[in-house]
C-alpha cells in the first residue's frame, strides 16, 4: 500500500509560479511511475505530468509543456515528488492529485492507469 499527500497549492495571479509537493509513504520503491494529474468542475481528471523513476523518463501535457517541470527528490526512495508550475493561466486552476503506480496499466495521461491517488491539493489561479 502507498499514501500519498500533496501540499503546496495556494491562490497565485497569472504569471505567478507554485511548486507542489506529493509526499509518499508505504511501499513506495515499488511504485516505478509518479504523477500529477488536474481536474476541473464538469471536466474528467488528466494527466498534467509523470516521471519514470527508473529512467527519470519525463512527459507533460502540452498544454503544459515549458511551463511545469516534475522532480523527484530522491530515485531510489521515491519518497517525493514536486511539479513546478511557472507562468501560471486561469486555465490551470484545477484540484492536483498526485498518483502513481508499479506500473502502468495505459496511457500515462489517463486515471485509470495509476493504482494510488492522493486526496488532491486545489490551485487557483486569478487573472
Known amino acids: 500500500q502507498v499514501q500519498l499527500v500533496e501540499s503546496g497549492g495556494g491562490s497565485v495571479q497569472a504569471g505567478g509560479s507554485l511548486r507542489l509537493s506529493c509526499a509518499a509513504s508505504?511501499?513506495?520503491?515499488?511504485?516505478?511511475?509518479m504523477a500529477w494529474f488536474r481536474q476541473s468542475p464538469g471536466k474528467e481528471r488528466a494527466g498534467v505530468a509523470v516521471?519514470?523513476?527508473?529512467?527519470?523518463?519525463?512527459?507533460?501535457a502540452d498544454s503544459v509543456k515549458g511551463r511545469f517541470t516534475i522532480s523527484q527528490d530522491n530515485a531510489r526512495s521515491r519518497s517525493t515528488v514536486y511539479l513546478q508550475m511557472n507562468s501560471l493561466k486561469p486555465e490551470d486552476t484545477a484540484m492536483y492529485y498526485c498518483?502513481?503506480?508499479?506500473?502502468?496499466?495505459?496511457?500515462?495521461?489517463?486515471?485509470?492507469?495509476?493504482?494510488?491517488w492522493g486526496q488532491g491539493t486545489q490551485v487557483t489561479v486569478s487573472s
Open positions: 508505504g511501499t513506495t520503491w515499488r511504485q516505478n511511475y
Open positions: 498518483a502513481a503506480a508499479p506500473a502502468l496499466s495505459g496511457a500515462w495521461y489517463r486515471h485509470p492507469s495509476y493504482t494510488y
Open positions: 516521471i519514470y523513476f527508473n529512467s527519470g523518463y519525463t512527459n507533460y
